[in-house]
């Protein structure tokens, strides 16, 4: 299973908004809304950020938020903020019942 | 408050195998709607889906690992086992051990704290 695609890296002010793309395919995120993603600082464990392409886990921010369309899902932060600056990770369930993660994108909050 | 802790050599000869449990505590390895499953990091790298396994013993694997993995659970030590066959220096990675929960998704809610494996001789 290949890998989803996600930009290496991106950035944006304190304050401002920036979105995270995700694409897949066919066998993964354009068959299932089963779009995970997580945060990731450095020596930590990941994060649960969304789950079910849209969905908060308690705890976290109402400002991330996630979508999906065909077989490209995205994150969304708003009013970003300087904690929010890490690493971030997309996920997928598959056809063929297992798991798929995006290659990572990093965030740098300026 | 649900823990995982992973256990195991953090270091492993090429050729050999690597065998790491996680020990899960604060809930059932045995509830529904649950996997349990292991997700490896490579330094400076990102996550990889290694397998999952349900308490029926019900097993799913990355295809990529499949010929070299097998995943187990014990449930009335509340753990389940990695064992990875053939190691080389690609292997060489931070292992997590996690809980997937598939309610309205499939999807990492859980992790361990990671475990280093080195790859020397």
């Known amino acids: 299973q290949s890998a989803l695609t996600q930009p290496a890296s991106v950035s944006g002010s304190p304050g401002q908004s920036i979105t995270i793309s995700c694409t897949g395919t066919?066998?993964?995120?354009?068959?299932?809304?089963?779009v995970s993603w997580y945060q990731q600082h450095p020596g930590k464990a990941p994060k649960l950020m969304i789950f079910?392409?849209?969905n908060r886990p308690s705890g976290v921010s109402n400002r991330f938020s996630g979508s999906k369309s065909g077989n490209t899902a995205s994150l969304t932060i708003s009013g970003l903020q300087t904690e929010d600056e890490a690493d971030y990770y997309c996920?997928?369930?598959?056809?063929?019942?297992?798991?798929?993660f995006g290659g990572g994108t990093k965030l740098t909050v300026l | 408050q649900l823990y995982l802790q992973e256990s195991g050599p953090g270091l492993v000869k090429p050729s050999e195998t690597l065998s790491l449990t996680c020990t899960v505590s604060?809930?059932?390895?045995?509830?529904?709607?649950?996997?349990w499953g292991w997700i490896r990091q490579p330094p400076g790298k990102g996550l990889e889906y290694i397998g999952s396994?349900?308490?029926?013993?019900?097993?799913y694997y990355n295809p990529s690992l499949k010929s070299r993995v097998t995943i187990s659970v014990d449930t009335s030590k509340n753990q389940f086992s990695l064992k990875l066959r053939s190691v080389t220096a690609a292997d060489a990675a931070v292992y997590y051990c996690?809980?997937?929960?598939?309610?309205?998704?499939?999807?990492?809610?859980?992790w361990g704290q990671g475990t280093l494996l080195t790859v020397s001789s």
């Open positions: 996690a809980r997937l929960n598939f309610w309205s998704g499939y999807y990492v809610d859980s």
């Open positions: 604060g809930g059932s390895i045995s509830s529904g709607s649950l996997y």
């Open positions: 396994i349900y308490y029926s013993g019900d097993a």
């Open positions: 066919s066998s993964d995120i354009g068959v299932y809304n089963y």
């Open positions: 079910g392409v849209s």
């Open positions: 996920s997928s369930y598959t056809t063929t019942t297992t798991l798929v």
